[in-house]
């Protein structure tokens, strides 16, 4: 008989290979293939073209009505300026370029989609994803109305939203010449 060493040095090499040879194996014995149902579910991305969004539509009306009704003046403040959460309309001219006034999505994105998708995602904090395309449609001409982008009375849907003209216009991700450990771009104002 063996050592006491040579015994626990052999079991300790016998259970890495082992634990190596079955982790290569072709299944691991638990899980499972999602179904097409359940990717479909997750599969949650929506382009700037919009082909991936949902049917469903609102207003801006509609969208202050859902402001209130899903508690999103205890963040962002009854007005959209005034909570603790990020601000939601501009406080500064219109007049001013956009990169001079606040960091604001509905002003910054180059896309409406995006703040559509960021709402659908995001909102509201702590009950992310429980908002139907029809509230999420509403929010989103809401907070485009409530910063100028269109006028209070304009459906979003999944025709229009895509088309929604972006206060930034052509003013974002454009090649610049920076290169790692130099400084920001001049005039970058973050």
């Known amino acids: 008989m063996g050592s006491p060493k040579v015994v626990a040095i052999s079991l300790l090499l016998g259970s ?4 190596s040879a ?11 293939t999602p179904t097409a149902e359940e990717l479909r579910r997750m599969d949650i991305s929506i382009s700037h073209e919009g082909d ?22 205890a ?39 995006i703040v559509w998708d960021y709402i659908r995602r995001g909102m509201p904090a702590g009950l992310e994803g429980t908002l139907t395309p029809d509230e999420v449609y509403a929010l989103t001409a809401y907070l485009l109305f409530l910063n100028d982008v269109i006028p209070e009375d304009q459906v979003l849907d999944r025709q229009s939203l895509p088309k929604v003209k972006m206060p930034i216009g052509d003013n974002y991700a454009k090649e610049h010449d920076w290169k790692p450990n130099t400084p920001r771009l001049e005039g970058y104002p973050y």
Not at 16 to 19: D, E, H, I, P, T
Not at 22 to 32: C, D, E, K, M, V
Not at 84 to 89: K, Q, S, V
Request: net charge positive; hydrophobic share 35%; with cysteine.
């Open 75 to 113: 963040c962002h403040g009854a007005t959209g300026i005034e909570g603790m959460a990020p601000i939601l309309r501009s406080k500064r001219s219109a007049k001013l370029p956009i990169w001079e006034r606040e960091r604001i999505l509905p002003l910054r994105a180059p896309h409406a989609t």
């Open 22 to 32: 079955f982790a290569q194996s072709p299944t691991y014995g638990f899980g499972r």
């Open 52 to 73: 991936e969004l949902p049917s469903g539509r609102g207003n801006a009306k509609q969208g202050a009505q859902v402001y209130l009704d899903k508690g999103c003046a």
């Open 16 to 19: 890495l290979l082992g634990n």
